[in-house]
């Protein structure tokens, strides 16, 4: 299955700054998708004529790769309630779930109704009624996605969720550097940062709320802390030598950050409140990239002290002799959990070049997902189903993702490099 | 000395000063009390002021084949190696020459990568490549407040693309002079 979606191109008004939209490319999976029909929601006058709310759960739908959304053109009648629906229809044209619609006012606000319905059952799946937020429909639309594939897949979705990364354009000797945000659509994306020095590893708290970012000045390096809704940015570090790598622990209070003031890179807990570090490895080899356990008891790193980059787990209270995990290929690195912290999502290197895998944490299997041959920064989606990564394409870096379980991927591309993508927790 | 006998040969050129000082080296410079104690000494005042020359134009061939050396701002490594090739010796001992004579010049060591392996890890290679060209600087005369290092990994490549060609390019430190 390719579904090829462009989406329109958007202008934020910054001055002189066109922000384009990422295209996406669905490609792969071992999964028949599931057809499934959603008639345009029935509506009079709405608060964003723009925007078709069928249209995004279209859209939703498809880019998970597990559904085939029938074609409206196609649809020979277009209900909007359940009484008008009538399944034979359906079934005659083998649409196996059907979601129906409409958008209304209620005191003064509006909320889209609207049903999830099991074709070859004739039986109602679902049945809600969704706020308009201030948001829009967009977001409404991405919520109805997130219930329909929760109620069909058992995983909660990532529709509303966003994603974080980092942009470079412009000639070798002036480039600019952006770091972004985006719907996980690539719908709408916003400046946080930009800079004509580097921008690297940008990484959410776990609220979503804030980011941690690593930016350059003057030829030194420093971490900062971003709110995003204000945009408000505070400098965490800025040490001689490297400051980088930030992860936050799992209640957001600290950072683990790479350092090398003290002569080599070690992983050091950075206590964002006081300021307060404390250093974790002591090891004359590299020691990088670190990521805490969704528990919080552990960090995984990258280090060479056997000669090449090869992921370690520590306590994350330092102490113990770090254990290392990953012996297959010729190198691993840059580590991170899955949010039920069972899984690493890591960059495997083998003569086949850079690609994306997991390890199972406890049989430490390592299972290789993308085709390489430069693919690195995995980050896990939020429900764990799948890991967005930055890839080399045809016009530049590019971010991907693919599914843990099916291997569907999708390609987000825009002209320039995309890179260092970051799914952003859920939406609470 | 030298007055005295430019004095005593005014009349002949320049030139003629200099062949006759070499053609007939046993010659006495009888008026030049500090050289007739040693043996040969008149015509041997001459030939230190040739051999002075010679230095001179040697300092300043060096001087200048100096100036060229420290032209190259650019020192390329191997494949995940920080390990400086046996080529940029003379380059460095240009530099740290040219920072040991002039205490108060600063200069920043830039670390890049290529861009293989990951990010964070490509920093960390990049500033080991920028520690050793700081430690050969150091060893070199150079003095610790004068050198500073930063790595860029490989965010900030020379040239855009991949394959070899484009990462030999890469894998490099730059030096500032600030």
Redesign the interface.
Known sequence: MIIRKLLCALLLGLPGLALADLEITITGGQVQPVSIGIVPFAAEGTPDSATDIARVVEADLARSGLFDPFPRQDMIEQPSTEAQVRYENWRALGVEQLVVGSLRQAQGRWVVDFRLLDVPRAQQLLAYEVPVSSAGLRYAGHQISDLIYQKLTGHRGVFNTRIAYVTASGP?DK?VFQLMIADADGYDPRQLVRSTE?L??PTWSPDGRQMAFVA?EN???AIFLQTVATGVVRKLTDK???N??PAFSPDGRKLAV?L?YEGN?EIYLLDIASGALSRLTRDPA?D??PAFSPDGRHIVF?S?RAGR?QLYRMSATGGTEPERLSFEGR?N??ASYSPDGKTLAL?H?DERG?RIATMDVKTRQLQVLSDGP?D??PSFAPNGVAIIYAA?GARGAELATVTTDTGIRQRLSQAGDVR?PAWSPFHN | MNTKILRGLVTAGVLALVSACSSTPDEPAADDSSMTQESDSGLSGSAVDSRELARAREMEARAQQDAALRRQLTIYFDFDSSQIRDEYTAMLDAHARYLRDNPNIRVRLEGHTDERGTREYNIALGERRAESVRRALLLRGATRGQLSVVSYGEERPAVLGSGEEAWSRNRRVGLVYQ
């Open positions: 070798v480039r580097p690297m590893s350059f030829g030194q390096s001689p030598g490297i980088g790598a790479t090398s890179p590299i990088t990239e990258t060479d980059a190198s690195a840059r960059v290197q850079f430069l690195e920064s080399k260092e």
